[in-house]
């Protein structure tokens, strides 16, 4: 039960402010429950920051940025000229209640000039510093000018004709849209970051062409491969991309991935010389310089005798000088190990719908654009028909009139009040009020035939203009068919190439620089059921104690190798990490050691089960699975020709994994235990050898009912008493009943 609310009255603490003049409730202290005071102060606040403040919405854009842009299109700035961002910011400021500089800031962003923006919406003229550089800053905004981009008539096209809602602004002096009803999905045209309370968002960019064109395939073909017409994101400042399917695949579905993207350089010949014309877009030219100077300054790299920013009005430019003899890949390789030039973009695709924060893959969130932009274009269908019906009903009206002016002219006339006028004439000629008081205020000038015969001419393409508005009402197909029109139609016309070098393979040669630097020494490796691995050197080992580890935990893994050796980790997600054993610290028997879920970069929930050293990648591995199964297959389905490090479909998810084997040969045995209290051993011989490593394998245990395989294991490591009991001679097999004493053993 909360705790009551109470007061506690102390004596006041300040002074009083001169005579009869106090501060009321001076040292005064109120003691609350901490679950009200949350409630009460931080819940609104949190709520405002989420909702108002740091997400996008299905349009593509946070609060800030929607009063700016839509300032600057009521100030005609879409097609007038440019005008000082100071008067901008200022006109904003009504519907931004934020500083001048917050508001400008926003307009900075959005520039061309600033390249942060891969589809920028701010023609801007003068500084308006880079994104690439923490010291190129923008300029005050009494020296820059802005207008909006020609693609922004994509962002208001219609707004006049009630697509979307109006609110009032903070003070209710004006109304503000509350969201814009864009015409291509520019929640994902650019990237956007946010940090609210308790969760964030960071959306990368995607090529507009492929953009639309993706779009345009959902909405014919739901199940789309979203990887065939965009296979992977945009980034204003180029790089080269480092494909990974299934982080990739993760982004489309889930939303949340990461996205490799390295820096691009050119050796120029005969010159001695690197010059790095494109970076990631997580970081900047300083980062990337101080990072040199550290590694070049401790002596890691002593390749490099001179390093300079040589970024003008061209664009980003990086130089090194090189010494005499330096092979530029393998250096460049050393770089992109240990510096930013290469880096990660995190993705974390957390929308606003509806009011409500969501994590959306590509494919929901192009779904939920397409939903919001179907109603937009109903919205606008029904203001047409609306407009069209109002001016048919007028021109019928004016039709009823059209054999009888003057008995029109006479009504008018003979009427004495002006108030009866419009009654008079509904009653002359069988109208309603509306049509009546249109027929009133004719001009007396257009009195005649011919101007009249001009408008009741509009009405059969009125008719048929109305019929064909309710007929795009009735028919989803036709709001679709529209949207995809004009999905085509901003493709082509602000489609631009792609910015982003997509490498899909890796040469395996440039880790080789990496390596040489690298040291060989034995080392022991030891691996836990709770996915912890220590790598421990000769000399620790000899005076290593006891293995520290969590509470309930054990080694169930170990093996001598070397530091250069490479290691592959199997986890519950059917996926194979590849490493190196020296991309892991030298640990102590008296840690913890690496948790690899964390430094492999596993998925949510995702853990390792076994791990092997695959050498030459010779031979064949065997997998248990719970369904009774067993599956062999070569090892070298494993091998690769680039360095990717993380391999999808390992083995098959068909059914959970019960056991690995490696190494193994024909006379391998293995044991099989089911909650059925049967044994079952074969030889791995009786498995062939397949060369696929998804495989579902062979039955091997017959299972009956819901019984289910409990464990498997090498049968020297099964303790049994009789193993000859449970030798089968062919598989499948039911294998044999444990016995009264192999149970009391067990």
Same mark, same amino acid.
């Given at each position: 039960?909360?705790?009551?609310?109470?007061?506690?009255?102390? *004596?006041?603490?300040?002074?009083? /402010?001169?005579?009869?003049? !106090?501060? /009321?409730?001076?040292?005064?202290?109120?003691?609350?429950?901490i679950?009200?005071?949350? $409630?009460?102060?931080?819940?609104?606040?949190?709520?405002?920051?989420?909702?108002?403040?740091?997400?996008?919405?299905?349009?593509g854009?946070?609060?800030?940025?929607?009063?700016?842009?839509?300032?600057?299109?009521?100030?005609?700035?879409?097609?007038?000229?440019?005008?000082k961002?100071?008067?901008?910011?200022?006109?904003?400021? %009504?519907?931004?209640?934020?500083?001048?500089?917050?508001?400008?800031?926003?307009?900075?962003?959005?520039?061309?000039?600033?390249?942060?923006?891969?589809?920028?919406?701010?023609?801007?003229?003068?500084?308006?510093?880079?994104?690439?550089?923490?010291?190129?800053?923008?300029?005050?905004?009494?020296?820059?000018?802005?207008?909006?981009?020609?693609?922004?008539?994509?962002?208001?096209?219609?707004?006049?004709?009630?697509?979307?809602?109006?609110?009032?602004?903070?003070?209710?002096?004006?109304?503000?849209?509350?969201?814009l009803?864009?015409?291509?999905?520019?929640?994902?045209?650019?990237?956007t970051?946010?940090?609210?309370?308790?969760?964030?968002?960071?959306?990368?960019?995607?090529?507009?062409?492929?953009?639309?064109?993706?779009?345009?395939?959902?909405?014919?073909?739901?199940?789309?491969?979203?990887?065939?017409?965009?296979?992977?994101?945009?980034?204003v400042?180029?790089? &080269?991309?480092?494909?990974?399917?299934?982080?990739?695949?993760?982004?489309?579905?889930?939303?949340?991935?990461?996205?490799?993207?390295?820096?691009?350089?050119?050796?120029?010949?005969?010159?001695?010389?690197?010059?790095?014309?494109?970076?990631?877009?997580?970081?900047?030219?300083?980062?990337?310089?101080?990072? +040199?100077?550290?590694l070049?300054?401790?002596?890691?790299? #002593?390749?490099?005798?001179?390093?300079?920013?040589?970024?003008d009005?061209?664009?980003?430019?990086?130089?090194l000088?090189?010494?005499?003899?330096?092979?530029?890949?393998?250096?460049?390789?050393?770089?992109?190990?240990?510096?930013?030039?290469?880096?990660?973009?995190?993705?974390?695709?957390?929308?606003?719908?509806?009011?409500?924060?969501?994590?959306?893959?590509?494919?929901?969130?192009?779904?939920?654009?397409?939903?919001?932009?179907?109603e937009?274009?109903?919205?606008?269908?029904y203001?047409?028909? %609306?407009? #069209?019906?109002?001016?048919?009903?007028? @021109? #019928?009206? @004016?039709?009823?009139?059209?054999?009888?002016?003057?008995?029109?002219?006479?009504?008018?006339?003979?009427?004495?009040?002006?108030?009866?006028?419009?009654?008079?004439?509904?009653?002359?000629?069988?109208?309603?009020?509306?049509?009546?008081?249109?027929?009133?205020?004719?001009?007396?000038?257009?009195?005649n035939?011919?101007? +009249?015969?001009?408008?009741?001419?509009?009405?059969? &393409?009125?008719?048929a203009?109305?019929?064909?508005?309710?007929?795009?009402?009735?028919?989803?197909?036709?709001?679709?068919?529209?949207?995809?029109?004009?999905?085509?139609?901003?493709?082509?016309?602000?489609?631009?190439?792609?910015?982003?070098? +997509? /490498?899909?393979?890796?040469p395996?040669?440039?880790?080789?620089?990496? !390596?040489?630097?690298?040291?060989?020494?034995?080392?022991?490796?030891?691996?836990t059921?709770e996915?912890?691995?220590?790598?421990?050197?000769?000399?620790?080992?000899?005076?290593?104690?006891?293995?520290?580890?969590?509470?309930?935990?054990?080694?169930?893994?170990? +093996?001598?190798?070397?530091?250069?050796?490479?290691?592959?980790?199997?986890?519950?997600? &059917?996926?194979?990490?590849?490493?190196?054993?020296?991309?892991?610290?030298?640990?102590?028997?008296?840690?913890?050691?690496?948790?690899?879920?964390?430094? /492999?970069?596993?998925?949510?929930? !995702?853990?390792?089960?076994?791990?092997?050293?695959?050498?030459?990648?010779?031979? =064949?591995?065997?997998?248990?699975?719970?369904?009774?199964?067993?599956?062999?297959?070569?090892?070298?389905?494993?091998?690769? *020709?680039?360095?990717?490090?993380?391999?999808?479909?390992?083995?098959?998810d068909?059914?959970?994994?019960?056991?690995?084997?490696?190494?193994?040969?024909?006379?391998?045995?293995?044991?099989?235990?089911?909650?059925?209290?049967?044994?079952?051993?074969?030889?791995?011989?009786m @498995?062939?050898?397949?060369?696929?490593? =998804?495989?579902?394998?062979?039955?091997?245990?017959?299972?009956?009912?819901k019984?289910?395989?409990?464990?498997?294991?090498?049968?020297?490591?099964?303790?049994?008493?009789?193993?000859?009991?449970?030798?089968?001679?062919?598989?499948?097999?039911?294998?044999?009943?444990?016995? $009264?004493?192999?149970?009391?053993?067990?």
């Open positions: 039960m909360a705790k009551k609310s109470s007061k506690k009255t102390l *004596k006041p603490v300040r002074p009083q /402010l001169g005579e009869g003049v !106090e501060i /009321l409730n001076a040292g005064s202290v109120l003691e609350d429950p679950t009200r005071t949350l $409630e009460t102060n931080y819940m609104p606040y949190a709520m405002s920051v989420i909702v108002s403040r740091a997400l996008p919405e299905i349009d854009f946070k609060p800030a940025h929607r009063k700016l842009l839509y300032t600057m299109y009521e100030m005609g700035l879409i097609k007038g000229a440019r005008t961002s100071a008067n901008i910011v200022g006109s904003t400021m %009504h519907l931004n209640p934020h500083g001048d500089a917050a508001i400008y800031d926003t307009m900075v962003r959005m520039g061309r000039g600033n390249e942060s923006l891969l589809v920028p919406f701010v023609d801007s003229k003068g500084n308006f510093g880079k994104a690439y550089s923490r010291d190129m800053s923008c300029a005050a905004a009494r020296y820059t000018e802005a207008k909006l981009e020609s693609v922004c008539e994509e962002l208001f096209r219609d707004i006049d004709k009630e697509t979307v809602d109006f609110v009032p602004n903070y003070d209710g002096t004006t109304t503000e849209p509350t969201l009803p864009v015409t291509f999905p520019t929640i994902l045209a650019n990237n970051l946010g940090i609210a309370v308790g969760m964030a968002c960071n959306i990368c960019s995607f090529n507009l062409a492929e953009l639309c064109s993706t779009t345009i395939a959902l909405m014919k073909d739901a199940k789309h491969d979203i990887s065939t017409t965009m296979p992977a994101p945009d980034f400042g180029g790089g &080269q991309i480092l494909y990974d399917e299934a982080q990739m695949r993760d982004i489309f579905e889930n939303g949340r991935g990461s996205v490799k993207v390295r820096a691009r350089y050119a050796a120029v010949p005969g010159e001695n010389m690197i010059e790095i014309t494109q970076i990631p877009p997580t970081t900047t030219v300083e980062a990337i310089m101080d990072k +040199i100077a550290e070049v300054k401790a002596g890691k790299i #002593k390749e490099i005798s001179d390093m300079r920013d040589e970024t009005l061209n664009g980003l430019k990086l130089t000088d090189l010494k005499r003899g330096v092979d530029a890949d393998k250096l460049m390789a050393k770089l992109f190990k240990a510096t930013p030039l290469e880096d990660s973009f995190s993705c974390n695709f957390n929308i606003l719908v509806s009011g409500q924060p969501r994590v959306m893959g590509v494919r929901e969130i192009l779904q939920e654009w397409t939903a919001f932009r179907m937009c274009v109903r919205r606008r269908t203001y047409d028909l %609306h407009g #069209k019906e109002k001016r048919l009903h007028l @021109l #019928k009206g @004016l039709a009823a009139i059209l054999m009888d002016i003057d008995k029109a002219i006479h009504i008018i006339r003979t009427t004495e009040e002006e108030t009866e006028v419009v009654p008079n004439l509904m009653i002359g000629f069988g109208i309603d009020e509306v049509q009546a008081d249109y027929v009133a205020e004719i001009k007396l000038r257009h009195l035939r011919e101007y +009249i015969l001009k408008r009741t001419g509009e009405i059969e &393409q009125l008719e203009d109305i019929a064909d508005l309710n007929d795009i009402l009735a028919k989803p197909a036709r709001i679709r068919r529209i949207i995809i029109k004009e999905l085509g139609d901003v493709a082509k016309k602000y489609g631009q190439p792609r910015r982003s070098e +997509i /490498l899909y393979d890796l395996e040669e440039e880790g080789g620089a990496e !390596e040489e630097a690298v040291p060989d020494y034995p080392v022991t490796v030891f691996f059921r996915g912890y691995l220590k790598k421990i050197p000769p000399q620790s080992l000899r005076t290593a104690g006891a293995h520290k580890l969590k509470e309930g935990d054990e080694v169930v893994w170990s +093996i001598e190798a070397t530091n250069k050796s490479e290691i592959i980790f199997f986890t519950s997600m &059917q996926q194979a990490y590849k490493a190196r054993l020296y991309d892991f610290d030298d640990s102590k028997a008296s840690v913890l050691g690496d948790y690899l879920p964390a430094k /492999l970069g596993m998925d949510e929930g !995702e853990t390792p089960l076994y791990a092997l050293l695959p050498g030459d990648y010779k031979g =064949s591995m065997v997998v248990a699975f719970q369904n009774g199964k067993a599956a062999r297959f070569s090892l070298q389905s494993f091998e690769t *020709k680039t360095n990717r490090r993380r391999l999808s479909g390992a083995y098959s068909k059914s959970p994994a019960v056991g690995f084997f490696f190494p193994v040969d024909d006379e391998t045995e293995i044991t099989m235990f089911s909650t059925a209290n049967r044994a079952l051993t074969f030889r791995a011989g @498995l062939d050898i397949k060369a696929t490593r =998804s495989t579902q394998g062979v039955q091997t245990m017959v299972l009956r009912g019984h289910t395989v409990t464990r498997a294991c090498r049968t020297e490591d099964a303790n049994l008493l009789d193993q000859a009991r449970y030798r089968c001679r062919s598989i499948p097999s039911i294998g044999a009943l444990l016995t $009264e004493d192999q149970l009391k053993f067990e």
